[in-house]
């Protein structure tokens, strides 16, 4: 099938990639020439595994990068829109992007066409692209508007897009649920599952993938609480872990319990300093937004945010607590994306606590493996980036661990205590084992376990009691 993604950003550019190693035949639009012609040259903006792979598989003959709306709608069958839509005032998002390509779609139509919104909208969107795309004189037997939420992960998004738990359609007509369900009919009948070359199944993948087909409104809706659903789950279980620390208590232990239960499920409760990135934090305002305009006060979403919020200050009086005095301290500290895997920095809990740390008067030397560029831009020179985590912990006065990047659980942790100048660490992410610190000679410090101090110091506790 023919099909435009207008917006070549995360969400774009990876539907785009996906859909044609679906078989389908790609224009990616953007109005962004210079994004435009380095796609065409092969660069790749992003940093995200197997996009790569595949645009160099497809970029040139099954998808084309172009700025042309009016061309691509004339050309294709079903045209996603995927385009940003950024935080506005008072926690509403600002959806003129969407209205914006509506109104050029609605200028292009001059046969039947779907349009699929793609991009984290609150309920009613589709309504409205439809009153606009009527507006510009589109009759209404000339388009459908589906709604298609997406609900992959940065660093993780191609393996989620082809290997999705479930695909959600809210479609109000069966001609456009059936576009959509040709759409995604490789992945439905398992068919691009059996490919050679197909992109490695993750351990979790639910092969087929069922697809849910829903109204407009109930697939708007699916988007907004799931991505509120797993903030809350992070929130709990951050909230839980500082009970296990008032009374003892180890959270590793209790999220295996409490996962254990099918009902709740072991994923999305690792505690750490709160959750971050450029859908959590805009998603839940936006929805919190949404219920007000409904006339309902989402006061459990009020608590899920101010949870999140109070996780970044109780690390900072962690690593107060592990240093005494923070002012003129130098602190090493791995990670500044907002989670392992990706170099985005927005709404990082990294960034916010190295402002803190900075406004204390602390030194910082940071590394991440792909997100230090990103940062230089908002954080200028006001730290050093490290080229390794040895080079960032050289001579610093405490290390600490703010994103879960996995090469950082692969660290030489001899060499690590060999490189500080005192052997502490504060992990926000609850990457090691607090035992094999405390053996390596580690005063260690995480979220929601015991603090551990160095074997030899237990020992010459034990020897004075
Ligand atoms: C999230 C959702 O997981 C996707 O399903 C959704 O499609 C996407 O938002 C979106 O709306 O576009 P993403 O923001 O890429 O994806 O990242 P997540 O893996 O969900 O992590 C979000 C934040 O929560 C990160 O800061 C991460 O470190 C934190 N987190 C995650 C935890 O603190 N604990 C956990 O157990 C899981």
Known sequence: MKIAVVGSGYVGLVAAACLAELGHELICLDNDNAKLSALRRGEIPIHEEFLPELLAKHRGNRLVFSDSIADAVRLCDAIFIAVGTPPGEDGYADMSYVECVAREIGNAIHTYKVVIEKSTVPVNTCDCIRRTLTLNGVPTANFDVVSNPEFLREGSAVSDFLYPDRIVVGADTSRAATLLRNIYEPLTSGKYYEEEDAIPAPDTARIPPPLILTSTKSAELIKHASNAFLAMKISFINAVATICEQVGADIAQVCQGIGADSRIGSRFLRPGIGYGGSCFPKDLAAFRAVAHD??????????????????????????????????????????????????????????????????????????????????????????????????????????????????????????????????????????????VMSEHGFLYFSVGRQDSVPQHDVAKARRVS
Request: aromatic share 8%.
């Open 294 to 435: 409904c006339g309902y006060d989402f006061r459990l979403l009020d608590e899920v945010i101010r949870i999140n919020e109070d996780q970044r200050a109780r690390f900072l009086r962690k690593v107060r607590t592990a240093l005494w005095t923070l002012k003129g301290k130098k602190l090493a500290v791995l990670g500044l994306a907002f989670k392992g895997g990706t170099d985005d920095i927005r709404e990082s809990p990294a960034i916010s606590v190295v402002n803190s740390l900075l406004k204390e008067g602390c030194e910082v030397v940071a590394y991440d493996p792909a997100a230090s560029a990103r940062a230089a831009e908002v954080l200028n020179s006001k730290i050093t980036y490290a080229e390794t985590a040895y080079e960032a912990a050289s001579n610093a006065d405490a290390l600490l661990i703010l994103t879960d990047w996995e090469e950082f659980t692969a660290l030489d942790l001899k060499r690590l205590h060999s490189e500080l100048k005192y052997p502490i660490i504060v992990d926000g992410r609850n990457l090691f084992d607090p035992g």
